[in-house]
Protein backbone atom coordinates (compact mmCIF):
# COMPACT_ATOMS: atom_id res chain seq x y z
CA UNK A 1 0.00 0.00 0.00
CA UNK A 2 1.45 3.19 -0.57
CA UNK A 3 0.07 6.46 0.87
CA UNK A 4 -0.66 9.76 -1.03
CA UNK A 5 0.18 13.49 -0.45
CA UNK A 6 -3.07 13.66 0.58
CA UNK A 7 -3.16 11.14 2.89
CA UNK A 8 0.31 12.39 4.43
CA UNK A 9 -0.55 15.98 4.30
CA UNK A 10 -3.53 14.76 6.93
CA UNK A 11 -1.58 12.96 9.34
CA UNK A 12 1.11 15.94 10.15
CA UNK A 13 -0.55 18.35 9.61
CA UNK A 14 -0.37 21.02 12.68
CA UNK A 15 2.71 19.18 13.93
CA UNK A 16 4.80 22.06 12.57
CA UNK A 17 4.82 25.05 10.59
CA UNK A 18 2.08 24.75 7.51
CA UNK A 19 5.54 24.90 5.35
CA UNK A 20 6.85 22.74 7.02
CA UNK A 21 4.17 20.13 7.11
CA UNK A 22 3.45 20.54 3.18
CA UNK A 23 7.72 19.75 2.60
CA UNK A 24 6.73 16.74 4.81
CA UNK A 25 4.19 15.62 2.69
CA UNK A 26 6.44 16.07 -0.16
CA UNK A 27 9.21 13.65 1.04
CA UNK A 28 7.13 10.95 2.55
CA UNK A 29 4.45 11.07 -0.30
CA UNK A 30 6.07 8.05 -1.31
CA UNK A 31 6.51 5.57 1.20
CA UNK A 32 4.78 2.95 2.30
CA UNK A 33 1.83 2.82 4.71
CA UNK A 34 3.63 1.47 8.20
CA UNK A 35 0.81 3.07 9.75
CA UNK A 36 -1.66 1.29 8.76
CA UNK A 37 0.71 -2.14 8.15
CA UNK A 38 1.70 -1.91 12.12
CA UNK A 39 -2.49 -1.72 12.78
CA UNK A 40 -3.11 -5.28 11.34
CA UNK A 41 0.10 -6.91 12.36
CA UNK A 42 -0.84 -8.60 15.67
CA UNK A 43 -4.09 -9.87 13.41
CA UNK A 44 -2.19 -11.25 10.58
CA UNK A 45 -0.56 -13.96 13.11
CA UNK A 46 -3.59 -14.55 14.82
CA UNK A 47 -3.32 -12.39 18.11
CA UNK A 48 -6.77 -11.34 19.55
CA UNK A 49 -7.38 -7.98 19.98
CA UNK A 50 -7.92 -9.11 23.85
CA UNK A 51 -4.54 -10.36 24.16
CA UNK A 52 -2.93 -7.56 23.05
CA UNK A 53 -4.95 -5.00 24.92
CA UNK A 54 -4.19 -7.07 28.09
CA UNK A 55 -0.45 -7.96 27.50
CA UNK A 56 2.09 -5.96 28.73
CA UNK A 57 4.00 -4.09 26.80
CA UNK A 58 7.98 -4.26 25.35
CA UNK A 59 9.77 -1.49 25.58
CA UNK A 60 11.80 -0.17 22.36
CA UNK A 61 13.48 3.28 23.31
CA UNK A 62 15.66 4.98 20.38
CA UNK A 63 17.97 7.38 21.26
CA UNK A 64 19.40 9.86 18.98
CA UNK A 65 22.71 11.77 19.04
CA UNK A 66 23.56 15.10 18.49
CA UNK A 67 19.97 15.23 16.53
CA UNK A 68 18.44 18.37 15.29
CA UNK A 69 15.14 19.84 16.38
CA UNK A 70 14.20 20.21 12.72
CA UNK A 71 16.38 17.07 11.73
CA UNK A 72 13.52 14.25 11.45
CA UNK A 73 10.41 14.78 8.84
CA UNK A 74 7.73 15.37 11.80
CA UNK A 75 9.07 18.97 12.39
CA UNK A 76 9.87 19.53 9.30
CA UNK A 77 12.89 18.15 7.63
CA UNK A 78 14.01 19.17 3.86
CA UNK A 79 14.95 15.47 3.95
CA UNK A 80 13.07 12.25 4.04
CA UNK A 81 12.95 10.10 7.69
CA UNK A 82 10.13 8.06 6.81
CA UNK A 83 10.69 5.43 9.47
CA UNK A 84 11.00 8.19 12.44
CA UNK A 85 7.97 10.04 11.12
CA UNK A 86 6.19 6.98 10.92
CA UNK A 87 6.62 6.28 14.94
CA UNK A 88 5.07 9.69 15.08
CA UNK A 89 1.94 9.13 12.62
CA UNK A 90 1.31 6.45 14.72
CA UNK A 91 1.69 7.80 17.73
CA UNK A 92 2.27 10.83 19.07
CA UNK A 93 4.76 13.74 18.46
CA UNK A 94 6.20 14.97 21.86
CA UNK A 95 6.14 18.98 20.61
CA UNK A 96 7.72 20.02 24.00
CA UNK A 97 10.02 17.30 25.25
CA UNK A 98 13.11 18.15 27.20
CA UNK A 99 16.41 16.48 28.22
CA UNK A 100 19.44 18.07 29.58
CA UNK A 101 22.08 19.88 27.33
CA UNK A 102 24.87 17.71 27.24
CA UNK A 103 25.25 13.73 26.47
CA UNK A 104 25.94 11.64 29.51
CA UNK A 105 23.64 13.68 31.64
CA UNK A 106 21.15 12.79 29.29
CA UNK A 107 21.14 9.59 29.78
CA UNK A 108 21.49 9.08 33.17
CA UNK A 109 18.06 11.11 33.54
CA UNK A 110 16.06 8.94 30.46
CA UNK A 111 17.32 5.48 32.50
CA UNK A 112 17.00 6.67 35.76
CA UNK A 113 13.51 8.91 36.12
CA UNK A 114 15.98 11.53 38.64
CA UNK A 115 17.81 15.10 37.70
CA UNK A 116 21.53 13.74 36.73
CA UNK A 117 23.09 16.88 39.17
CA UNK A 118 21.68 14.63 42.33
CA UNK A 119 24.35 11.95 41.37
CA UNK A 120 27.14 14.28 40.29
CA UNK A 121 26.61 13.60 36.50
CA UNK A 122 26.25 17.33 35.27
CA UNK A 123 27.79 20.35 33.25
CA UNK A 124 29.84 17.97 31.18
CA UNK A 125 30.20 15.04 29.57
CA UNK A 126 32.29 11.43 30.89
CA UNK A 127 35.51 12.46 28.62
CA UNK A 128 37.88 8.99 27.93
CA UNK A 129 39.94 9.91 31.09
CA UNK A 130 37.25 10.41 33.53
CA UNK A 131 37.24 8.03 36.51
CA UNK A 132 33.70 8.88 37.05
CA UNK A 133 30.36 7.03 36.34
CA UNK A 134 26.85 6.57 37.34
CA UNK A 135 25.80 6.02 40.56
CA UNK A 136 26.01 2.00 41.07
CA UNK A 137 22.93 2.76 43.55
CA UNK A 138 20.75 4.44 40.79
CA UNK A 139 17.93 2.31 39.57
CA UNK A 140 17.41 1.95 35.82
CA UNK A 141 14.99 1.56 34.19
CA UNK A 142 16.46 -2.06 33.25
CA UNK A 143 16.35 -3.33 36.98
CA UNK A 144 13.29 -2.31 37.53
CA UNK A 145 11.71 -3.81 34.49
CA UNK A 146 14.16 -7.16 36.15
CA UNK A 147 11.81 -6.68 39.12
CA UNK A 148 8.68 -6.74 37.20
CA UNK A 149 9.35 -10.07 35.63
CA UNK A 150 10.67 -8.74 31.99
CA UNK A 151 13.00 -10.75 30.18
CA UNK A 152 15.84 -10.11 27.91
CA UNK A 153 16.94 -6.07 28.52
CA UNK A 154 19.45 -5.30 26.05
CA UNK A 155 21.56 -1.82 25.89
CA UNK A 156 23.23 -1.41 22.28
CA UNK A 157 24.83 1.59 21.51
CA UNK A 158 26.79 4.53 22.99
CA UNK A 159 26.61 4.28 26.91
CA UNK A 160 28.73 7.01 28.03
CA UNK A 161 28.01 6.65 31.73
CA UNK A 162 31.68 5.19 32.68
CA UNK A 163 34.02 2.69 32.07
CA UNK A 164 36.94 3.04 34.37
CA UNK A 165 35.09 0.75 36.90
CA UNK A 166 33.69 -2.91 36.71
CA UNK A 167 30.37 -0.97 38.60
CA UNK A 168 30.02 1.26 35.45
CA UNK A 169 29.24 -1.53 32.80
CA UNK A 170 25.67 -1.33 31.73
CA UNK A 171 25.37 -4.94 32.84
CA UNK A 172 25.61 -3.85 36.10
CA UNK A 173 22.31 -1.92 35.66
CA UNK A 174 19.71 -5.08 35.10
CA UNK A 175 20.69 -5.11 31.72
CA UNK A 176 21.22 -8.57 30.22
CA UNK A 177 22.98 -8.15 27.24
CA UNK A 178 25.29 -4.65 25.94
CA UNK A 179 26.46 -4.29 22.32
CA UNK A 180 28.26 -1.12 21.78
CA UNK A 181 30.84 1.34 22.68
CA UNK A 182 31.77 3.18 26.19
CA UNK A 183 32.47 6.46 24.74
CA UNK A 184 31.25 9.38 23.75
CA UNK A 185 32.50 9.16 20.19
CA UNK A 186 34.10 6.80 18.27
CA UNK A 187 35.08 6.60 14.08
CA UNK A 188 32.13 4.88 12.38
CA UNK A 189 34.33 2.51 10.15
CA UNK A 190 37.28 1.60 12.56
CA UNK A 191 35.17 1.95 16.16
CA UNK A 192 38.55 3.41 17.57
CA UNK A 193 38.78 6.24 20.06
CA UNK A 194 41.92 7.60 20.93
CA UNK A 195 43.33 5.07 18.65
CA UNK A 196 42.20 1.89 20.44
CA UNK A 197 38.89 0.29 18.89
CA UNK A 198 35.75 0.95 21.66
CA UNK A 199 33.30 -2.14 20.12
CA UNK A 200 32.11 -4.40 22.86
CA UNK A 201 30.10 -7.25 23.06
CA UNK A 202 28.91 -7.88 26.69
CA UNK A 203 32.24 -7.59 28.52
CA UNK A 204 34.42 -8.74 25.99
CA UNK A 205 35.71 -6.69 22.79
CA UNK A 206 34.24 -7.09 19.79
CA UNK A 207 36.59 -7.64 16.41
CA UNK A 208 32.53 -7.42 14.05
CA UNK A 209 33.58 -4.95 11.62
CA UNK A 210 31.06 -2.80 9.75
CA UNK A 211 29.65 0.73 9.83
CA UNK A 212 28.45 1.48 13.22
CA UNK A 213 24.94 2.34 12.56
CA UNK A 214 24.35 -0.43 10.31
CA UNK A 215 25.99 -2.65 13.03
CA UNK A 216 23.58 -1.39 16.00
CA UNK A 217 20.37 -1.65 13.86
CA UNK A 218 21.44 -5.53 13.21
CA UNK A 219 22.04 -5.97 16.64
CA UNK A 220 18.31 -4.61 17.76
CA UNK A 221 16.86 -7.26 15.22
CA UNK A 222 18.99 -10.15 16.41
CA UNK A 223 17.33 -9.30 20.18
CA UNK A 224 13.92 -9.15 18.89
CA UNK A 225 14.01 -12.54 17.33
CA UNK A 226 15.47 -14.53 20.09
CA UNK A 227 13.52 -12.72 22.80
CA UNK A 228 10.61 -13.81 20.53
CA UNK A 229 9.77 -17.47 21.79
CA UNK A 230 10.75 -16.30 25.30
CA UNK A 231 7.24 -16.23 26.67
CA UNK A 232 7.93 -12.80 28.25
CA UNK A 233 7.84 -9.06 27.69
CA UNK A 234 11.24 -7.37 26.33
CA UNK A 235 13.16 -4.29 26.88
CA UNK A 236 15.21 -2.63 24.13
CA UNK A 237 17.65 0.58 24.81
CA UNK A 238 19.37 1.66 21.22
CA UNK A 239 21.71 4.26 21.86
CA UNK A 240 22.66 5.36 18.38
CA UNK A 241 25.69 8.10 17.71
CA UNK A 242 24.37 9.16 14.92
CA UNK A 243 24.46 12.00 14.07
CA UNK A 244 26.90 12.82 16.68
CA UNK A 245 30.97 13.47 15.48
CA UNK A 246 32.94 11.99 13.96
CA UNK A 247 30.73 13.10 11.00
CA UNK A 248 31.08 9.91 8.63
CA UNK A 249 28.51 8.84 6.41
CA UNK A 250 28.79 5.16 3.77
CA UNK A 251 29.22 6.56 0.35
CA UNK A 252 25.62 4.99 -0.76
CA UNK A 253 24.04 7.44 1.58
CA UNK A 254 26.43 10.56 0.84
CA UNK A 255 25.04 10.10 -2.84
CA UNK A 256 21.58 10.16 -1.93
CA UNK A 257 22.29 13.47 0.17
CA UNK A 258 24.28 14.74 -3.09
CA UNK A 259 27.89 13.98 -3.01
CA UNK A 260 29.41 15.54 -5.50
CA UNK A 261 32.89 13.90 -6.13
CA UNK A 262 34.33 16.42 -8.57
CA UNK A 263 34.18 18.86 -5.38
CA UNK A 264 36.36 18.39 -2.58
CA UNK A 265 35.36 16.99 1.03
CA UNK A 266 35.32 19.27 4.04
CA UNK A 267 37.66 19.36 6.40
CA UNK A 268 36.75 18.90 9.61
CA UNK A 269 39.32 19.75 12.38
CA UNK A 270 40.40 17.38 15.46
CA UNK A 271 39.10 17.99 18.66
CA UNK A 272 42.30 18.86 20.60
CA UNK A 273 40.59 19.27 23.85
CA UNK A 274 39.58 14.84 24.22
CA UNK A 275 42.46 14.13 21.43
CA UNK A 276 39.73 11.87 19.25
CA UNK A 277 42.13 11.27 16.05
CA UNK A 278 39.28 9.99 14.73
CA UNK A 279 39.54 8.90 11.07
CA UNK A 280 38.94 11.03 7.53
CA UNK A 281 37.02 8.38 5.82
CA UNK A 282 33.05 9.13 5.23
CA UNK A 283 33.29 12.74 4.77
CA UNK A 284 30.96 14.79 2.62
CA UNK A 285 31.49 17.99 0.89
CA UNK A 286 29.72 19.55 3.80
CA UNK A 287 29.41 18.93 7.27
CA UNK A 288 25.58 19.30 6.65
CA UNK A 289 25.35 16.87 3.27
CA UNK A 290 27.43 14.13 5.71
CA UNK A 291 25.05 14.77 8.62
CA UNK A 292 22.25 14.17 6.58
CA UNK A 293 23.66 11.09 5.54
CA UNK A 294 23.99 9.77 8.98
CA UNK A 295 20.66 10.31 9.67
CA UNK A 296 19.32 8.61 6.25
CA UNK A 297 21.43 5.82 7.72
CA UNK A 298 19.71 5.60 11.38
CA UNK A 299 16.49 5.92 9.51
CA UNK A 300 17.10 3.32 7.33
CA UNK A 301 17.98 0.54 10.45
CA UNK A 302 15.03 2.13 12.33
CA UNK A 303 13.13 0.73 9.50
CA UNK A 304 14.53 -2.92 9.72
CA UNK A 305 13.50 -2.90 13.28
CA UNK A 306 10.04 -1.99 12.60
CA UNK A 307 9.76 -4.61 9.55
CA UNK A 308 10.72 -7.03 12.53
CA UNK A 309 8.24 -6.24 14.94
CA UNK A 310 5.57 -5.90 12.18
CA UNK A 311 7.03 -9.67 11.11
CA UNK A 312 6.37 -11.29 14.12
CA UNK A 313 3.50 -9.86 15.35
CA UNK A 314 5.09 -7.47 18.37
CA UNK A 315 4.42 -4.08 16.87
CA UNK A 316 1.01 -3.48 18.06
CA UNK A 317 1.96 -4.04 21.56
CA UNK A 318 5.46 -2.76 21.36
CA UNK A 319 5.94 1.08 23.06
CA UNK A 320 8.21 2.98 20.79
CA UNK A 321 10.28 6.02 22.24
CA UNK A 322 12.18 8.06 20.12
CA UNK A 323 14.09 11.26 21.29
CA UNK A 324 17.68 12.85 21.23
CA UNK A 325 20.08 13.08 24.34
CA UNK A 326 20.34 16.95 23.54
CA UNK A 327 20.00 19.61 20.59
CA UNK A 328 22.09 20.19 17.27
CA UNK A 329 25.50 21.28 18.57
CA UNK A 330 27.15 24.29 18.64
CA UNK A 331 30.93 24.78 16.93
CA UNK A 332 33.05 28.39 17.63
CA UNK A 333 30.06 29.69 19.21
CA UNK A 334 27.89 29.56 17.04
CA UNK A 335 25.35 26.55 15.67
CA UNK A 336 27.27 23.30 13.75
CA UNK A 337 26.14 23.85 10.23
CA UNK A 338 25.71 20.05 10.50
CA UNK A 339 22.40 20.59 12.66
CA UNK A 340 19.30 22.57 12.12
CA UNK A 341 17.21 23.50 15.37
CA UNK A 342 14.71 24.71 13.28
CA UNK A 343 13.36 28.72 15.09
CA UNK A 344 14.97 27.71 18.56
CA UNK A 345 17.82 29.33 20.03
CA UNK A 346 20.94 27.80 21.04
CA UNK A 347 22.77 24.37 20.53
CA UNK A 348 23.74 21.61 22.61
CA UNK A 349 25.78 22.57 25.93
CA UNK A 350 22.98 25.59 25.90
CA UNK A 351 19.64 25.85 28.40
CA UNK A 352 17.99 27.98 25.67
CA UNK A 353 15.21 25.30 23.52
CA UNK A 354 17.85 24.81 20.60
CA UNK A 355 19.95 22.58 23.66
CA UNK A 356 17.19 21.22 25.38
CA UNK A 357 13.95 20.98 23.50
CA UNK A 358 14.82 17.90 21.44
CA UNK A 359 12.69 16.15 18.23
CA UNK A 360 10.61 13.29 19.94
CA UNK A 361 8.16 10.71 19.23
CA UNK A 362 5.98 7.97 21.05
CA UNK A 363 3.77 5.26 20.08
CA UNK A 364 2.03 2.21 20.95
CA UNK A 365 -0.39 0.91 18.43
CA UNK A 366 -2.83 -1.36 20.65
CA UNK A 367 -3.31 1.50 23.30
CA UNK A 368 -2.72 4.91 21.93
CA UNK A 369 -4.64 6.45 19.43
CA UNK A 370 -2.77 8.12 16.69
CA UNK A 371 -2.81 12.06 17.71
CA UNK A 372 0.36 13.33 15.28
CA UNK A 373 -1.33 16.65 15.83
CA UNK A 374 -1.61 16.62 19.61
CA UNK A 375 0.45 18.66 22.31
CA UNK A 376 0.14 17.03 25.81
CA UNK A 377 2.12 20.24 27.59
CA UNK A 378 5.89 20.03 28.29
CA UNK A 379 7.28 16.66 29.21
CA UNK A 380 11.13 15.80 30.71
CA UNK A 381 13.21 13.17 30.15
CA UNK A 382 12.96 12.11 33.85
CA UNK A 383 9.60 11.72 33.03
CA UNK A 384 10.03 8.10 31.12
CA UNK A 385 10.99 5.88 34.02
CA UNK A 386 7.73 6.69 35.85
CA UNK A 387 5.66 6.27 32.58
CA UNK A 388 7.10 2.97 31.83
CA UNK A 389 6.69 1.41 35.12
CA UNK A 390 2.77 2.57 35.20
CA UNK A 391 2.46 0.66 31.62
CA UNK A 392 4.53 -2.51 33.18
CA UNK A 393 2.37 -2.40 36.34
CA UNK A 394 5.08 -1.78 38.95
CA UNK A 395 6.87 1.01 40.67
CA UNK A 396 10.14 2.77 40.70
CA UNK A 397 12.43 1.25 43.64
CA UNK A 398 13.42 4.97 44.93
CA UNK A 399 12.10 8.39 45.04
CA UNK A 400 12.16 9.84 41.10
CA UNK A 401 11.86 13.48 39.94
CA UNK A 402 9.78 12.77 36.87
CA UNK A 403 5.99 12.20 36.46
CA UNK A 404 3.58 9.23 35.22
CA UNK A 405 2.18 11.13 32.24
CA UNK A 406 0.80 7.50 30.70
CA UNK A 407 -2.91 8.63 31.09
CA UNK A 408 -1.72 12.19 29.53
CA UNK A 409 -0.48 10.08 26.01
CA UNK A 410 -3.53 8.29 25.92
CA UNK A 411 -6.45 10.60 26.92
CA UNK A 412 -4.41 13.40 25.25
CA UNK A 413 -4.88 15.70 28.56
CA UNK A 414 -2.47 18.42 28.51
CA UNK A 415 0.22 18.05 31.16
CA UNK A 416 0.35 21.19 34.07
CA UNK A 417 1.21 22.83 36.97
CA UNK A 418 4.65 21.64 36.86
CA UNK A 419 8.00 22.83 36.59
CA UNK A 420 11.18 21.46 35.06
CA UNK A 421 14.39 21.81 36.17
CA UNK A 422 16.90 22.31 33.15
CA UNK A 423 20.14 22.12 34.45
CA UNK A 424 22.64 24.10 36.94
CA UNK A 425 24.98 26.57 36.20
CA UNK A 426 27.31 25.47 33.69
CA UNK A 427 29.48 28.72 33.20
CA UNK A 428 32.26 26.91 34.88
CA UNK A 429 33.28 23.40 34.07
CA UNK A 430 32.98 21.31 37.07
CA UNK A 431 35.93 19.70 34.90
CA UNK A 432 39.13 19.25 34.29
CA UNK A 433 39.79 22.17 31.88
CA UNK A 434 37.03 24.24 29.97
CA UNK A 435 35.90 22.43 26.75
CA UNK A 436 33.37 24.84 25.49
CA UNK A 437 33.40 28.12 24.16
CA UNK A 438 33.56 31.65 26.47
CA UNK A 439 31.56 33.62 23.75
CA UNK A 440 29.28 35.60 25.99
CA UNK A 441 26.11 33.98 24.40
CA UNK A 442 27.17 30.92 24.70
CA UNK A 443 27.92 31.24 28.64
CA UNK A 444 24.79 33.38 29.19
CA UNK A 445 23.12 29.76 27.41
CA UNK A 446 24.74 27.48 30.29
CA UNK A 447 23.26 29.81 33.22
CA UNK A 448 20.91 27.67 35.71
CA UNK A 449 17.19 27.38 33.96
CA UNK A 450 14.05 25.90 34.56
CA UNK A 451 10.85 26.04 32.40
CA UNK A 452 7.08 26.38 34.39
CA UNK A 453 4.45 26.46 32.19
CA UNK A 454 4.77 29.62 29.30
CA UNK A 455 7.87 31.52 32.11
CA UNK A 456 11.17 30.09 31.00
CA UNK A 457 13.95 31.60 33.47
CA UNK A 458 17.73 31.11 31.85
CA UNK A 459 19.89 32.60 34.28
CA UNK A 460 18.52 36.29 34.87
CA UNK A 461 16.83 36.00 31.77
CA UNK A 462 13.18 35.69 31.43
CA UNK A 463 11.36 34.51 28.25
CA UNK A 464 7.54 33.56 27.25
CA UNK A 465 7.73 30.18 25.22
CA UNK A 466 4.40 30.62 24.38
CA UNK A 467 4.34 34.19 22.59
CA UNK A 468 8.14 33.87 21.65
CA UNK A 469 9.44 30.16 21.16
CA UNK A 470 12.52 31.48 19.70
CA UNK A 471 13.59 33.31 22.65
CA UNK A 472 14.44 36.23 21.41
CA UNK A 473 12.85 38.85 23.80
CA UNK A 474 14.16 39.09 27.82
CA UNK A 475 10.94 40.17 29.50
CA UNK A 476 12.74 39.85 33.12
CA UNK A 477 12.58 43.56 34.13
CA UNK A 478 8.59 43.23 32.94
CA UNK A 479 7.83 40.52 35.36
CA UNK A 480 10.23 40.71 38.61
CA UNK A 481 7.75 38.39 40.78
CA UNK A 482 7.97 35.46 38.34
CA UNK A 483 11.62 36.13 38.20
CA UNK A 484 11.94 35.71 41.89
CA UNK A 485 9.88 33.12 41.86
CA UNK A 486 11.92 30.77 39.06
CA UNK A 487 15.17 31.86 40.72
CA UNK A 488 13.45 30.53 44.11
CA UNK A 489 12.80 26.73 42.62
CA UNK A 490 16.36 27.07 40.38
CA UNK A 491 17.73 27.30 44.58
CA UNK A 492 14.94 24.58 45.53
CA UNK A 493 16.39 21.95 42.45
CA UNK A 494 19.86 22.99 43.00
CA UNK A 495 19.65 22.17 46.81
CA UNK A 496 19.05 18.33 45.40
CA UNK A 497 22.71 17.70 44.84
CA UNK A 498 24.70 15.35 46.71
CA UNK A 499 28.17 15.18 45.44
CA UNK A 500 30.67 17.94 44.96
CA UNK A 501 30.54 19.63 41.81
CA UNK A 502 34.37 19.31 41.39
CA UNK A 503 34.12 15.42 41.56
CA UNK A 504 32.73 15.06 37.97
CA UNK A 505 35.97 14.55 35.62
CA UNK A 506 38.23 15.25 37.69
CA UNK A 507 40.97 12.92 36.63
CA UNK A 508 42.71 12.94 32.72
CA UNK A 509 43.51 9.47 32.78
CA UNK A 510 45.63 7.64 29.52
CA UNK A 511 43.31 5.28 27.87
CA UNK A 512 42.61 1.84 28.74
CA UNK A 513 43.86 -0.67 26.43
CA UNK A 514 41.46 -1.76 23.93
CA UNK A 515 38.89 0.25 26.24
CA UNK A 516 38.69 -3.33 28.94
CA UNK A 517 37.90 -3.21 32.10
CA UNK A 518 41.72 -3.43 33.96
CA UNK A 519 41.93 -7.59 35.04
CA UNK A 520 42.99 -6.22 37.69
CA UNK A 521 39.71 -4.35 38.89
CA UNK A 522 37.36 -7.33 37.65
Excluded at 165 to 185: D, I, M, R, V
Excluded at 212 to 231: K, N
Excluded at 407 to 428: A, I
Amino acid sequence: MTMGPAIIFKLVRGVTALAAGLSMAACTAAQSGAMDTSLKSAKQVGQSTEARQNARPNFLVIVADDLGFADVGFNGAQFRTPNIDAIAQSGMVLDHFYVSALCSPSRAGLLTGRYPHRFGIMGDTITPGSDFGLDPQEETIAAMLARAGYGRRAFIGKWHLGHRKPQYHPLNFGFTSFYGHYNGAIDYFTHKREGEVDWHRDRAPSSDKGYSTDLLSEEAVRVIRGAHGDGKPWMIWLAYNAPHGPLQAKPEDLAAAGFDPTKPRFGEREDGAEGAGFGLAGRGNTRRQTAIAMIRAMDRGIGTILDELRRIGQLDNTVILFTSDNGGPGRDGARDPAADNGVLRGYKTQHYDGGVRVAAAIAWPAHLRPRPRASVGSLSYVDIMPTFAALAGTKPARKVDGADISKNLSSGKVVSNRTLFLGEDYREAPAYGERFSRAPDALAGRAPAVLSGRWKLVGNQLYDIVADPSERRDIAADHPDVVRRLQAEIARFTALRQISRDRLNATKLPPLRKWEIPPSNR
